[in-house]
């Protein structure tokens, strides 16, 4: 039998939520999520991220718009940006007259391998919040389009340049019960290396997906891949995204505002 316990069962129960009652979150739920997120793991116990919350509705009404057009995003009563931070490190190096050892500028800067190593820190920690949130009956979504429109969510939210807002959650109590969406592990998990899928096994998990996520008449598409192809990767937002992402790196390695 597989072990459960209260902790697999909520996170098993889990799903995205998309409407959410008008009622604002009380403090202490908000203390409580924030200080859950803080206690996720962080890369040599640096909190290489920050977190903005963003609960006024004019700054909420523009990313509704900025993130690729969703309106929940507005009526969300709380929302949470998590953004890497090596900002906070390199000021406070520069604070500790680190950026000029011997009085000449020592030039450390920080590169791709931080940069992930803090979208790692705000991940986690947005997980964290998540589930923190589940169990006081707070329901959220993440908002990847967030990775959109660089340079007007940097002007928007005062993003400095050693930053990178990595995701943003939409918290709020759930109108509606949401639907749980099921999965392989097969899909997943791989043993002792990356296992490329034959042929034969991709034909296997197109199947698999036409049946999990594909009916009714996969809007107008001929399978689940196709529908993905189509309105996920051909578009304009995956586009838009890979050129404010490109953005971002190209403001880290050269400082251009
Ligand atoms: C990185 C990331 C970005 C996402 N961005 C959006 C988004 O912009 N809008 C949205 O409605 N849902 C977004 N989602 C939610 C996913 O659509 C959702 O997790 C997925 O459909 C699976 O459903 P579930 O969370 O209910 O299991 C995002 C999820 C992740 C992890």
Known sequence: ????????????????????????????EKQAILHTAMRAPTAGNMLLYSIIEIDDQTIKDRLAETCDHQPFIAKA????????????????????????????????TPGPGELMLACCDAVIAAQNAVIAAESLGIGSC???????????????????????????LCLGRPKARPHIVERYEKHVVHRNGYHR??????????????????APGFGGYDNYAQEIYARKFATDFA???NRSVAWWLERWRTGTE
């Not at 908002?143 to 995701?167: C, K, M, N, Q, S």
Request: proline residues 6%.
């Open 142 to 168: 993440y908002i990847g389009d967030i990775l959109e429109l660089g340079e007007t969510h940097a002007e928007l939210l005062h993003l400095p340049r050693y930053t990178f807002p990595v995701t943003m």
């Open 1 to 28: 039998m597989t072990p459960a316990n209260q902790t697999t069962e909520l996170m098993n129960a889990r799903c995205s939520t998309r409407s959410y009652a008008p009622t604002p979150l009380r403090d202490d």
């Open 77 to 108: 009563p709380w929302v949470l940006l998590f953004v890497a931070d090596l900002q906070k490190w390199m000021d406070l190096f520069a604070a500790s007259g680190l950026d000029r050892l011997d009085g000449v500028p020592h030039g450390v």
């Open 239 to 241: 586009a838009e995204a």
């Open 197 to 214: 899928l034959s042929d034969a096994e991709l034909r296997e998990a197109s199947g698999d997906l036409d049946r999990l996520y594909g």
